[in-house]
Antibody, heavy 116, light 110 residues
Framework: QVQLVQSGAEVKKPGDSVKVSCKASGYTFTSYAIQWVRQAPGQGPEWMGWINADTGNTKYSQKFQGRVSITRDTSASTTYMELSSLRAEDTAVYYC?????????WGQGTLVTVSS | QSALTQPRSVSGSPGQSVTISCTGTRSDVGRYNYVSWYQQHPGKAPKLMIYDVSKRPSGVPDRFSGSKSGNTASLTISGLQAEDEAAYYCCSFAGSYTYVFGPGTKVTVL
């Protein structure tokens, strides 16, 4: 069965960077893109960007351009999302999701807390 | 990209129907037939309920249906059940390989 398993919760200080991983299983990793979405407490989801797992091509939301980097390791069937220059407003649950006519499978989410 | 617009909340009694609207622009909802809907229960990841405006993934009950007219997409839940109480989010392709979400609608089963 398709699964996306994300890394554990993180606590960071303002100005730090965070790198969240998303390991895929149950399907051919390079056949689908992976999206990254975050959700601040009590808010709706916010699209951050995506990566073509086959080519490594990426597209980022203008809001995060310059601060976010999405990469993948095909040998490990894993995608990574790194967000830099963290601020308190970046406190959120970060999700990866498989892209297939909608975001059809989601990871369990990774809580990133930014606090001094 | 600007977020899509959804009502904050809708409610209905068991067995009734409720419809949630999702208003975008001619650059996203109005231009592309790539609107999807997600159900989210508290503390859980979102779940895909509708994709490509009106298609249901395998396993999603047929009481969930989607449609679109102009810049507004809609999700209708017919025969409302207690387990349908959740937040619902719309999402649209917005061109140039980008996406935009709505703020969500809380569905309450009375």
């Amino acid at each position: 069965q398709v699964q996306l398993v994300q890394s554990g919760a993180e606590v960071k200080k303002p100005g730090d960077s965070v790198k969240v991983s998303c390991k895929a299983s149950g399907y051919t990793f390079t056949s689908y893109a992976i999206q990254w979405v975050r959700q601040a407490p009590g808010q709706g989801p916010e699209w951050m960007g995506w990566i073509n797992a086959d080519t490594g091509n990426t597209k980022y939301s203008q809001k995060f351009q310059g601060r976010v980097s999405i990469t993948r390791d095909t040998s490990a069937s894993t995608t990574y999302m790194e967000l830099s220059s963290l601020r308190a407003e970046d406190t959120a649950v970060y999700y990866c999701a498989r892209s297939n006519s909608g975001f059809d499978y989601w990871g369990q989410g990774t809580l990133v807390t930014v606090s001094s | 990209q600007s977020a899509l617009t959804q009502p904050r909340s809708v409610s209905g009694s068991p067995g009734q129907s409720v419809t949630i609207s999702c208003t975008g622009t001619r650059s996203d909802v109005g231009r592309y037939n790539y609107v999807s809907w997600y159900q989210q229960h508290p503390g859980k990841a979102p779940k895909l309920m509708i994709y490509d405006v009106s298609k249901r993934p395998s396993g999603v009950p047929d009481r969930f249906s989607g449609s679109k007219s102009g810049n507004t997409a809609s999700l209708t839940i017919s025969g409302l059940q207690a387990e349908d109480e959740a937040a619902y989010y719309c999402c649209s392709f917005a061109g140039s390989y980008t996406y935009v979400f709505g703020p969500g609608t809380k569905v309450t089963v009375l």
